[in-house]
């Protein structure tokens, strides 16, 4: 079985909507496709094969003042607006509905990363949890902390599923994948710092569990690139990454550099073909 794990990033995600629309458009096809935050977002269009779809949210909708922005924070609670991306736009009657009977026919595996605020421990949601116009399962694995609320998922609270398995690729292979593809949102050789997440963490006292996977995920983040340049010297996986990100951070709103980044991520996932047919 072929995979493909999309880390996400936030709007660096261009990069991973780069690489599988590459894929959808040259009949690149996963039978196990597994999503983190943005990243969720990136897989679910892909498993429903509409290229294109999630470039129109990054480089267009994504500038809306109803997608993200701190008046959104004050009035909701949520800096980045996930019932405007997920219901508003991506229901059946929106502007560009997420193909929901296609992700319901499809015979691939999909699994959403998401981070149980109270436990701190990875949750991992499948296609079987979506319904039409009911995405919770990719608002939850996209809710950053902080500045989200946690979002509630059958009576569960959740936030993103970085906090806690950042590259999915150990579950992957316990899923029963052979090789995998891992899309990476920044350089292959960049490691994870732990400063940012620990001043982060303080704003998570209400979710002390989540709060210290915060102060972990660095270590996480660092301990599952390892193994994923291990696997990829075995010939189990591929690792797509940029080479730069610029100044591109997880929320930073730069059209040019947003298309910039689709495009590197278009271009990259040429090795991809020969890989999946070894």
């Known amino acids: 079985m072929i995979g493909v794990i999309d880390v996400g990033g936030g709007t660096r995600g261009a990069f991973g909507a780069g690489v599988l629309d590459y894929c959808m458009q040259h009949q690149i096809n996963f039978d196990y496709c597994a999503g983190v935050s943005a990243g969720a977002a990136n897989v679910s269009s892909y498993v429903a094969g509409q290229a294109g779809r999630n470039y129109k949210f ?26 405007y991306i997920y219901s508003t736009l991506s229901n059946a009657d929106g502007e560009y509905p997420l193909d929901y009977e296609a992700i319901a026919a499809s015979d691939r595996q999909m699994v959403v990363v998401a981070t149980d605020a109270r436990t701190g421990r990875p949750h991992y949601f499948t296609k079987a949890d979506m319904k039409q116009d009911n995405y919770g399962i990719v608002k939850a694995s996209c809710c950053v902390p902080v500045i989200d609320r946690p979002y509630p998922v059958k009576g569960r609270f959740y936030f ?6 950042p590259i999915p690729l150990q ?43 915060l102060r972990q995920r660095a270590r996480l983040y660092n301990e599952q690139l390892d193994l994923c340049k291990r696997c990829e010297k075995e010939g189990r996986v591929l690792i797509i990454a ?37």
């Open 242 to 278: 940029p080479y730069s990100t610029g100044r591109m951070k997880t929320l930073t709103q730069d059209k040019e550099a947003i298309k910039d980044l689709y495009r590197m991520g278009y271009q990259s996932a040429d090795p991809i073909a020969e890989f999946v047919q070894k």
């Open 171 to 213: 579950k992957a292979f316990d899923d029963g994948c052979d090789k995998v593809v891992v899309i990476l949102t920044k350089p292959r050789n960049f490691y994870r710092t732990d400063t940012a997440d620990r001043r982060m963490a303080l704003g998570l006292r209400k979710f002390p569990k989540s709060a210290e996977d």
């Open 160 to 165: 993103d599923g970085g906090l806690s398995d």
């Open 58 to 83: 990054y480089t267009d909708y994504g500038f809306r003042r109803e997608y993200m922005g701190w008046s959104n924070f004050l009035k909701r609670g949520y800096y980045v607006n996930l019932d």
